[in-house]
């Protein structure tokens, strides 16, 4: 059987948010911490951000919120086309993911895509890379790989 992710631990929650300032407040309350900063992407020349397979130039802003046993992470996508805003005109506010820390990224897509697991979004962040798969036909939600370098 495939191992799609190499440790069965869930590592972060993703949130969509149409406010972050509103909802980190409302978060922050939740959990009783203090409210996190706000991170913005960055764009394509630096993200080298593809969105179903076209370069994007999408970018969000993100609070995190770490927590004991994982991350929930606030994310208020930009109007550009992304998996976030995707989920945002389609569902509205909601988890929108759960985030995996895994190892071998290139060897993870190649599984995700031949058992017909879309890659949706895939891109590079300081320190590592991300790529988002629509797995809903497996397990009803999609789920985002991490590799850290």
């Keep these: 059987m495939a191992k799609y992710c190499d440790a069965l631990k869930v590592t972060q929650i993703g949130y969509i948010v149409k406010d972050i300032e509103e909802a980190r ?16 992407t960055a764009g394509y020349a630096q993200a ?9 130039d999408a970018t969000a802003k993100l609070a995190f919120f770490h927590l004991e046993n994982l991350d929930v992470e606030l994310i208020e996508p930009d109007e550009k086309p992304s998996v976030w805003r995707e989920y945002l005109e389609q569902h509205g506010e909601g988890i929108q993911h759960l985030a995996f820390e895994i190892k071998g990224m290139k060897q993870k897509v ?3 895509g031949r058992d017909g697991m879309e890659l949706i979004q895939k891109g ?10 629509d797995t809903t036909k497996m397990i009803n939600t999609v789920v985002e790989l991490l590799e850290n370098d």
Excluded: M
């Design 124 to 133: 590079e962040y300081t320190g590592g890379r991300y790529a988002y798969f």
């Design 25 to 40: 407040q409302r978060f922050a309350k939740f959990f009783g911490l203090d409210v996190p900063e706000i991170i913005v």
């Design 110 to 112: 190649e599984l995700f």
């Design 48 to 56: 080298q951000t593809e969105y179903r397979g076209k370069p994007s």
